[in-house]
């Protein structure tokens, strides 16, 4: 559930819905809007930290970075871990390279958002 706050957060800062500086809600009212615990979020906002994303000052609450683009890096941190795991498991299945890239494409191609194949071959 910590991820998907993260996730959250970071899109909605690469989206420019928070702008560098503006602060966050609290740990307790982003808890009590979610459904979740206090610790999951409090969870979250200190990942968010440690990527450079947010800025906590004690007594004022957390707001976003003024590096934007640690948003984008968070981002690509957690493709890069996903894709991890898709390697992972299509070694398993013991699909080949040839396989598992048939089945990425067959994926994008069903992706309801634009195809980023479109205009440009590999």
Do not use: C
């Not at 800062?13 to 740990?27: E, K, N, Y």
């Not at 981002?75 to 795991?85: K, Q, S």
């Not at 992706?111 to 479109?118: I, K, R």
């Amino acid at each position: 559930m910590y991820q998907q706050i993260v996730d959250q957060i970071t899109a909605r800062v690469m989206a420019g819905d928070w702008a560098p500086g503006q602060a966050l809600p609290s740990i307790r009212e982003l808890a009590a809007g979610s459904g979740v615990s206090v610790i999951t979020v409090k969870r979250a906002y200190e990942e968010l930290e440690r990527a450079g994303l947010i800025a906590t000052r004690q007594g004022k609450g957390s707001f976003v970075a003024d590096r934007p683009d640690q948003a984008r890096q968070l981002l690509e941190a957690g493709l890069d871990r996903a894709l991890d795991e898709v390697v992972t498991q299509a070694a398993r299945l013991g699909l080949d390279r040839q396989q598992l890239h048939r089945r990425l494409d067959e994926h994008l191609d069903a992706a309801p958002s634009s195809n980023p194949s479109e205009g440009s071959q590999s």
